[in-house]
Structure formats: C-alpha cells, structure tokens
C-alpha cells in the first residue's frame, strides 16, 4: 500500500502590532460585509440560484463564475479584503457537511 504524503502546515506567530492592526481593520471589513449578507441572505437566495455572488462594500455582486464575480466586486471595491464569494446552488435542498477523515478518539 502506497502511503501518500500530507501536505506540511507551517504555522507563524504574528507579534508586529502594525500586521495585527491591519489584520483586525480586515476582520472588521469581513463582519460588516457578512452582516450585510444576513441580512440579505433571504432575497439574495430567492433571486440568485444557480449564480457565484460576492459582498464588497455591503454590495452584492452576481455572476455566472467566482472569477467573474470577484473582478466585479474588485473594480468596484479594490480596497476592500473583507470580502467573500459564496455559490448559491440551483436548487434548494438540505445539505450536511461533514468531514470525511477518521478522528483519533480523546482520552
């Protein structure tokens, strides 16, 4: 049996206050585009199945593509990197979500 190789992660510390800041401006940026989209959430899902959508500047952007989407809301926002796309499926469904790979138990 051929083992495969995992891909390394290579975690850093960030100490310099100046990156944390524009971090936590980033954080910010994000929260007010997803509170945004909440509340939007229910007229965005109606009138968008099947489209990549983006929220830049608590704007919604629509497209048939992520890429198009993002060069959408980047022209019209190009500071903003709180961005986020999402994909609103074709059809409504249930959905669950869960990770496949076994997890060794606690103890």
């Known amino acids: ?3 495969v190789k995992q891909p390394s992660v290579v975690m850093d510390v960030v100490t310099d206050s100046t990156e944390l800041a524009k971090a936590r ?4 940026r994000f929260d007010r585009n997803w509170a945004w989209f909440e509340t939007h959430a229910g ?11 983006c929220v830049a500047g608590e704007k919604l ?7 198009d989407v ?3 809301a980047r022209s019209a926002y190009p500071g903003d990197d ?3 796309t999402r994909y609103i499926p074709l059809e409504r469904a249930y959905r669950i ?5 076994s997890v060794a138990p606690l103890r």
């Open 82 to 84: 709180g961005l986020f």
């Open 1 to 3: 049996m051929e083992r």
């Open 43 to 53: 007229e965005i899902y109606a009138q968008h199945r099947g489209k990549c959508i």
């Open 25 to 28: 401006e980033q954080d910010q």
């Open 61 to 67: 952007f629509v497209a048939d593509t992520p890429e």
């Open 97 to 101: 979500y869960a990770n496949s790979r």
């Open 70 to 72: 993002l060069n959408l």
